[in-house]
Nanobody
Framework: QVHLVESGGGLVQTGGSLRLSCAAS????????MGWYRQAPGKQRELVAT???????DYANSVRGRFTISRDNAKNTVYLQMNSLKPEDTAVYYC??????????WGQGTQVTVSS
């Protein structure tokens, strides 16, 4: 069993900042990729930022320059620093981890609401 536990969501005004955390625990093998997705009401889930296999980072164009993904490998944790938040960033943010030989896992999601 693998668990992803997210924290750090909340309500913030336009231009504000939040930091999300996602800790993986359980029967963890090698983490091939780990990152963040989001889903706004009525929209499909989309990639926000992720570490890919090989350690590269990918960002959605809409967040590049405002959001920064980082990680602590010793803690199997990834972080998402979100600055200059906009109302269109409002969504449920999900952590995802892709593990070698185990497939992909999702966290339960954390709500981020940016007020105008």
């Amino acid at each position: 069993q693998v668990h992803l536990v997210e924290s750090g969501g909340g309500l913030v005004q336009t231009g504000g900042s939040l930091r999300l955390s996602c800790a993986a625990s359980g029967s963890i093998s090698v983490i091939n990729a780990m990152g963040w997705y989001r889903q706004a009401p009525g929209k499909q889930r989309e990639l926000v930022a992720t570490f890919t296999l090989g350690g590269r980072t990918d960002y959605a164009n809409s967040v590049r320059g405002r959001f920064t993904i980082s990680r602590d490998n010793a803690k199997n944790t990834v972080y998402l620093q979100m600055n200059s938040l906009k109302p269109e960033d409002t969504a449920v943010y999900y952590c995802r981890a892709d593990l070698a030989f185990k497939g992909g896992y999702w966290g339960q999601g954390t709500q981020v609401t940016v007020s105008s």
